[in-house]
């Protein structure tokens, strides 16, 4: 066995709230890993409702890395919804033209970045992940937190604005695990170690 086929849909018999992500969007500058799993109250569609004010014309991405789990109503905020905060107005005059069309000539809207999620991250529900974050590898994001700044590799965070409440493991195994990177093993060593995987002793995973 080598678990389920990453690229069907629903990976879930007769269940359709839960997908595999990249076999879900559209959007190309959505970008997502094998296995990343979006689980929707209502439908898995509205994963691409949530990531905000994202604008073709900005070009700016989602990144998503391998076996991450987002919960429903996880939200994405992208930097089309940044607007001039040190101009004497925050108003975007220029988009509504009529005579209002020059008012950004020779100006640019901030930019922070695109939104960087590592692998293995979970996602708790409504969350919020501001744009220009990164989220590092086996990080968890607490239920209705709002991610503004970047969150350490293994660290769990929480609240508004989310602050890390501990790391989830010793530096040294998070160190080992940064190293090891698992989630890019071939899918039959995966499998192997998937007992080890779901244990506490990572010394297993490196015999």
């Known amino acids: 066995m080598t678990g389920p086929n990453k690229d069907i849909k629903f990976p879930l018999a007769h269940y359709d709230r839960l997908c595999f992500l990249k076999n879900v969007v559209k959007n190309s500058n959505i970008i997502v890993g094998d296995y990343t799993y979006y ?30 789990m987002i919960a429903s109503d996880v939200k994405f905020i992208m930097n ?67 991610v503004i ?8 965070v929480g609240g508004n604005p989310a602050e890390e409440i501990k790391k989830r493991f010793s530096q040294e195994t998070i160190s080992k695990l940064l190293e090891l990177k698992w989630w890019n093993w071939d899918i039959e060593r995966i499998t192997e170690n998937i007992q080890n995987l779901t244990d506490c002793e990572i010394d297993k995973l490196t015999e």
């Open 39 to 68: 689980d929707d109250f209502d439908n898995v569609e509205n994963f691409e409702k949530n990531v905000k004010y994202h604008f073709d014309f900005i070009d700016d991405k989602l990144i998503i890395g391998k076996f991450c």
């Open 80 to 146: 089309g919804t940044n607007h001039l905060t040190n101009a004497l107005s925050t108003y975007p005059f220029a988009i509504f033209g009529n005579g209002w069309e020059n008012a950004m000539d020779n100006k640019s809207y901030p930019q922070k970045g695109d939104i960087t999620i590592g692998n293995d991250v979970w996602i708790g529900y409504n969350a919020t992940v501001m744009a220009g974050v990164t989220i590092g590898d086996g990080a968890i994001i607490a239920t209705n937190s709002t």
């Open 149 to 156: 700044k970047d969150v350490e590799p293994y660290s769990i």
